[in-house]
């Protein structure tokens, strides 16, 4: 019974002996150079593609390979594909027996170029397909494949967009394809990681990008994701959004196959938090949120933050069509600073304390559109017992009567300055008007600044303040789309809400109008006759109100 053992196992062994010798004589003899012709012919012919394979070739035996060096890859329309060195692992006794089976591919800094024709289709993709990938039954197994130092181009010809990924490191395992006619998105399993040093778009660009992945029949499983800078440039300096370190956990994603693209049919859940968000002078920090993606239709719910030296709690979600997105905005900041407000727009220390904020908004971005210029909801800010740090309200409105000579707008600056501030006082000095006052400190007692948006226009709804002794009231419009004032009226308050004095303000952000005065002056610069005392509107105990809102009159 031992021999026989003995037998068997030296009868196996030697076969594999043998086949092991074989293959090094095989390595050793065989010049593979000689027939790179012919693998270039056969595989241009497979592809429908043009292969030249300019670099060397070669065998390597632990493990069994093939390699090739300095390979290009074109169609009619130029080079798709380039690498700087191509290494294919395959197993050996299959090998022995005619049969290729390729366990392990490595690619090395690949330049990978994707065009999408006028049509918005990829020509060689569907080439591709029909020609060696999504045939009925096939399946696919890869053990390994790794992709370093690569680059990848895609341009789309019918948008006229170019968008590059550099540096992009992918190492995947245990890969397998259970049919490749249903497509491989849909059908693939893998584990692996990918880094990406940086991605660039037009008014886009990201930084050290990197992920743990998992595929497990076409359903994604990215955990973590991470970003570590991400930059929106518009044309302007204040378009400008810089985000910071960005980790997310993204499970159950599935990229459906209709048209669309990858943003339209993804679907997906998960978490996400990041370090800051700035804009401008705008700084958002500690952003945390449950998400949730279904077909171009995007949740971040509960969504939390600091911002404004406040708490903001809220949710948005976001609807994207083609070129165009719809974002759904619901978000309460309690206790935020108004000096922090006010730097939002390039103001500082003019009113000091805390407040509210509320804003529902439904806002759509056409193309390259500005938010606000297309917005439907609601904006509010509160506060009481709020600091004027350069002039003492009270002191300067007890002489309104006497001087006759004040800029009265120059109150409503306050109210302009409420949540629409960075647009609504862009071309006005607000704050620089009060260092040349009388100087002094002052209080507002109770601020509301409410304002309802439609198609782009916000209307003051709620909009007074109140001091010790004084209430200053605002209405009209703020027409966000051609950024003008549309007929602002201020006005200062009796105790039946009817104005004592009023002044309108009309005419573009950039330059407004007052009277018939084109720039505003300062209080510590009045122009004469900028505007006279009116009438009190009170006749047989009537007036004509002009406010009656949430801001008491002051007793």
Known sequence: ???????????????????????????????????????????????????????????????????????????????????????????????????????????????????????????????????????????????????????????????????????????????????????????????????????????????????????????????????????????????KTEIKEIHMAVKNMVVADTPGGLIKNVSFTGTMDCKELRKKDVLVTNIKSSLMAEKGVFHLKPLAMDVFGGKGEGDVTVRTTEGDAEYEINLSVSKLDFEKVEESFGKKKVVGGKGDLDAALTVRERGKGTLLKDADGSLSLRGNNLITYTVDLDRVLSSYETSQKFTLVDMGAFLLAGPLGPVAVKGYRYGDVYYQTMGGQGVITRFVSHWKLKNGIAEATDCAFATRHNRVAVKGKLNLLTERYDNVTVALLDDKGCPTFKQTINGPFEKPQVGTVSMVESLGSPISNLYRQTKRLVQGGKCEVFYHGAVQQPR
């Open 1 to 239: 019974m031992t021999t026989h053992r003995k037998i068997l196992f030296m009868g196996a062994g030697g076969v594999a002996v043998v086949a092991t010798i074989a293959a090094i004589v095989l390595i050793v003899l065989f010049d593979i150079n000689s027939y790179k012709p012919r693998i270039q012919t056969v595989a241009s012919g497979m592809t429908g593609l043009d292969v030249k394979i300019n670099g060397k070739m070669g065998l390597s035996f632990f493990p069994f390979g093939v390699s090739a060096r300095d390979i290009h890859v074109a169609d009619k329309r130029g080079e798709i594909l380039s690498l700087e060195r191509l290494t294919l692992r395959a197993d050996l006794i299959p090998l022995l027996k005619k049969q290729l089976k390729v366990s392990a591919c490595e690619l090395v800094k690949p330049v990978i170029t994707i065009t999408k024709n006028a049509a918005g289709k990829y020509d060689f993709a569907d080439a591709a397909r029909k020609r060696f990938i999504e045939r009925p039954g096939t399946v696919l197994t890869l053990n390994e494949f790794k992709l370093s130092k690569g680059m990848l181009v895609h341009i789309d010809n019918k948008t006229g967009e170019k968008t590059e990924l550099n540096e992009i490191n992918l190492a995947i395992r245990d890969m397998t394809v259970a049919d490749t006619s249903k497509g491989i998105l849909k059908t693939v399993s893998f584990t692996g990681t990918i880094d990406c040093k940086e991605v660039l778009q037009k008014d886009v660009k990201m930084e050290n990008i990197r992920a743990s992945m998992k595929a497990t029949r076409g359903t994604y499983d990215l955990q973590p994701l991470t970003i570590g800078v991400f930059v929106y440039s518009g044309k302007k300096a204040v378009e």
